[in-house]
């Protein structure tokens, strides 16, 4: 009888962390439209990168729209939640170094809407962010880095942040 128990026991915890991992996991996911997201703002950065012929050019470009994504520069919490429908990739920071590199720090979640992610079983409640460098005439990088809290902020439970991969 005790070893019955216990292997009852056994079993039911064993179907509760698997329950709880399958859950995790299904949200924990990096989505390839994440990586795309992260990859499509790379390839426009270096598109506006090559076609400028200067520092101020460039960073004219990059401000009025060039990279086809919306800019929520140094955002609060706040400014991210009010827009409609609900910000799904988008860049949040242009600084310029010593060396006239620009760099861009972005987020993204993948989907077409932010409030996708919290519906449906097939739902990855996942965002993520990169940090993109470019220089005039030069090619573009990225590479994933930990959000910042106020993206942190603003996708709180049940999203979770994950590093894309660009």
């Known amino acids: 009888m005790r070893v019955r128990t216990i292997v009852v026991i056994g079993l ?7 329950i709880v991992v399958a859950r995790r996991s299904g949200t924990a996911e990096v989505s390839g439209t994440m990586t795309s997201s992260v990859r499509d703002v790379r390839d426009r ?3 506006v990168a090559e076609v400028s012929a200067s520092r101020g050019e460039f960073d004219r470009a990059l401000r009025s729209g060039g990279l086809f994504t919306q800019l929520l520069l140094d955002p609060t919490a706040d400014d991210i939640r009010s827009v409609e429908p609900g910000p799904t990739t988008a ?3 242009i600084r310029w ?3 006239d590199t620009v760099e861009l720090e972005m987020f993204t979640t993948g989907h ?3 409030m996708t992610g919290f519906f449906g079983e097939q739902a990855t ?13 030069r ?3 990225a590479r994933a880095i930990r959000c910042g809290a106020v993206v942190r902020a603003v996708f709180g439970e049940p999203w979770v942040e994950v590093r894309p991969r660009p």
Request: overall charge negative; aromatic content about 2%.
């Open 97 to 99: 170094t010593d060396d």
């Open 12 to 18: 039911v915890v064993t179907l509760i962390a698997s």
């Open 45 to 47: 950065l270096e598109d």
């Open 125 to 137: 409640n996942a965002f993520g962010c990169a940090r993109l460098e470019a220089q005039v005439g």
């Open 91 to 93: 860049v949040t920071s």
């Open 139 to 141: 090619s573009a990088s």
């Open 112 to 114: 077409t809407s932010r």
